[in-house]
């Protein structure tokens, strides 16, 4: 079995541009990845075809990024017993018909989701990448450090703050 990589579906093309941070944030911690577009509705064959062979060999878990329906998570989720996380993409309803099609999946068919758009896309990477980390302690000090410098870059912040409103 190759090493462990991530698998980013999304249901058009229009999607990237959201899925941009969930793509550097897999390849800053160097997680191999997969990206597809791929329809739940315009080719599921495909779609089903690509989740199977993917799970052969050896995706770690699936992002899928869709807007309106966004039952690609779900077709996903029904083909693989990997984690599946879902984002929801803005596209009407400011993303809260693709939030709640994510989100509503029948019982024994998880899909974890994330936020709408590209916080959601980022979030969708590190929730990849601690699943991963959950077998590989380099993986995890990794990012154990990150958020320890993400919390030494608030502190100096906010250091900052307060010297400017000391000074006023």
Known sequence: MSKPFVAILMGSDSDLPVMESCIETLQKFDIPL???IASAHRTPEATHSFVKEADKRGCAAFICAAGMAAHLAGAVAANTLRPVIGVPIATSMDGLDSLLSTV?????IPVATVAIGKAG???AAYLAIQIIA???T???EALINEREAN???VIAKDAALQ???KNR
Not at 104 to 108: I, L
């Open 134 to 136: 959950v077998s590989n």
């Open 104 to 108: 509503q999946m029948p019982g024994g």
């Open 151 to 153: 919390a030494q870059a």
């Open 138 to 140: 380099k993986l995890h």
């Open 34 to 36: 997969e990206v597809k």
């Open 163 to 165: 010297e400017k409103l």
């Open 121 to 123: 896309a980022k979030n």
